[in-house]
């Protein structure tokens, strides 16, 4: 009998040929056959109205989650970071690849001495606009859309000071420019650098090959700070950072959640000693926070975004 071909479906963007190329060199080496099959998702063809205007989350997923429900691919590789908390009724998390680089970065344009003055700095992201505006209130900033390879170049063709990327994008598809700074004290998204396989609950055979793939610690990092995002937004989107990482056994979780014009921001940190149980941690510093005058941030949130 003919072994089962592996159908990986993806978005056609560089950045996600690139990761789903990643997944099936993997599962070649491990001896299973595969093909890859490139969707043009909603995300990618909506570009003239701000993400969170659009009002759905997961607007870059669906598409291949109704070809993985059709029955068009078997599996899914996506940026983790844009997956809702939530997957659909049938699909399921098969596996999580090694994290990346969490960062983001700033790619400014002339000099990037402009802290001080005004500045105009672009970014679709609410998380990245309020933290941004947060540290540097005399600054605007101003929307952007599209792939990583568009935004570069809407960057190059515009006169703002600069555009805030996550470095892992741009470093996957070899075009992190000179002209860039880490921003080490903004606090990435949920998942941010890490990718995600996604497959058919009853598919015992492709989760099964998929779960050769799960990097453990990655598991367990994406895991509270999606519980953390689960548990604050309640489904709407918001200005949303967490980040776990691990130091010698012990995992230290970084929360923020902020209100949209950068000015309220409400933190939380948390070391979970070696052996501790996480299972719960995301939950915890979510109502930590939710107690501390996040559910009042979130309903003010929640207002602006609906108007
Ligand atoms: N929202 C788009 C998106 N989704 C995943 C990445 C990069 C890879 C990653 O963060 O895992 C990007 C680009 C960016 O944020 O600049």
């Given at each position: 009998m003919k072994p089962k071909t592996i159908r990986i479906g993806t978005r056609d963007s560089e950045l996600a040929l690139w990761q789903a190329h990643t997944v099936e060199r993997q599962l070649n080496a491990l001896g299973y056959e595969t093909e890859i099959v490139a969707v043009k998702s909603t995300g990618d063809l909506i570009l003239d109205v701000p993400l969170y205007e659009l009002g759905i989350t997961g607007i870059f997923t669906k598409t291949l989650?109704?070809?993985?429900?059709?029955?068009?691919?078997?599996?899914?590789?996506?940026?983790?970071?844009?997956?809702?908390?939530?997957?659909?009724?049938?699909?399921?998390?098969?596996?999580?690849?090694?994290?990346?680089?969490?960062?983001?970065?700033?790619?400014?344009?002339?000099?990037?001495?402009?802290?001080?003055?005004?500045?105009?700095?672009?970014?679709?992201?609410?998380?990245?606009?309020?933290?941004?505006?947060?540290?540097?209130?005399?600054?605007?900033?101003?929307?952007?859309?599209?792939?990583?390879?568009?935004?570069?170049?809407?960057?190059?063709?515009?006169?703002?000071?600069?555009?805030?990327?996550?470095?892992?994008?741009?470093?996957?598809?070899?075009?992190?420019?000179?002209?860039?700074?880490?921003?080490d004290w903004m606090i990435p998204a949920p998942a941010q650098g890490a990718m995600v396989v996604v497959a058919m609950e009853h598919d015992a055979f492709c989760r099964e090959a998929v779960a050769k793939l799960n990097h453990t610690p990655t598991e367990i990092a994406t895991h509270i700070e999606r519980q953390f995002l689960r548990r604050l937004e309640g489904g709407c989107t918001a200005p949303i950072g967490a980040l776990a990482s691990s130091i010698d056994g012990a995992i230290r979780f970084e929360g923020v959640l902020l209100s949209i014009d950068g000015q309220e921001k409400?933190?939380?940190?948390?070391?979970?000693?070696?052996?501790?149980?996480?299972?719960?941690?995301?939950?915890?510093?979510?109502?930590?926070?939710l107690q501390n005058g996040g559910v009042e941030l979130m309903d003010k949130i929640r207002s602006q975004l609906k108007k």
């Amino acid at each position: 009998m003919k072994p089962k071909t592996i159908r990986i479906g993806t978005r056609d963007s560089e950045l996600a040929l690139w990761q789903a190329h990643t997944v099936e060199r993997q599962l070649n080496a491990l001896g299973y056959e595969t093909e890859i099959v490139a969707v043009k998702s909603t995300g990618d063809l909506i570009l003239d109205v701000p993400l969170y205007e659009l009002g759905i989350t997961g607007i870059f997923t669906k598409t291949l989650d109704v070809a993985m429900i059709k029955g068009e691919v078997d599996i899914a590789v996506h940026s983790m970071k844009d997956v809702p908390t939530a997957l659909p009724k049938g699909i399921v998390q098969a596996a999580v690849l090694e994290r990346a680089n969490v960062d983001d970065i700033l790619v400014y344009k002339g000099n990037p001495d402009f802290y001080t003055e005004a500045a105009t700095i672009a970014t679709g992201s609410l998380r990245r606009q309020a933290q941004w505006l947060n540290r540097y209130p005399h600054h605007s900033v101003t929307d952007i859309r599209g792939n990583v390879n568009t935004r570069l170049k809407k960057l190059d063709e515009s006169e703002w000071n600069g555009a805030i990327f996550a470095a892992a994008g741009l470093e996957r598809i070899n075009k992190l420019p000179n002209n860039h700074i880490t921003l080490d004290w903004m606090i990435p998204a949920p998942a941010q650098g890490a990718m995600v396989v996604v497959a058919m609950e009853h598919d015992a055979f492709c989760r099964e090959a998929v779960a050769k793939l799960n990097h453990t610690p990655t598991e367990i990092a994406t895991h509270i700070e999606r519980q953390f995002l689960r548990r604050l937004e309640g489904g709407c989107t918001a200005p949303i950072g967490a980040l776990a990482s691990s130091i010698d056994g012990a995992i230290r979780f970084e929360g923020v959640l902020l209100s949209i014009d950068g000015q309220e921001k409400l933190h939380i940190e948390k070391v979970i000693p070696p052996d501790a149980d996480y299972t719960n941690v995301g939950n915890d510093c979510a109502d930590e926070i939710l107690q501390n005058g996040g559910v009042e941030l979130m309903d003010k949130i929640r207002s602006q975004l609906k108007k």
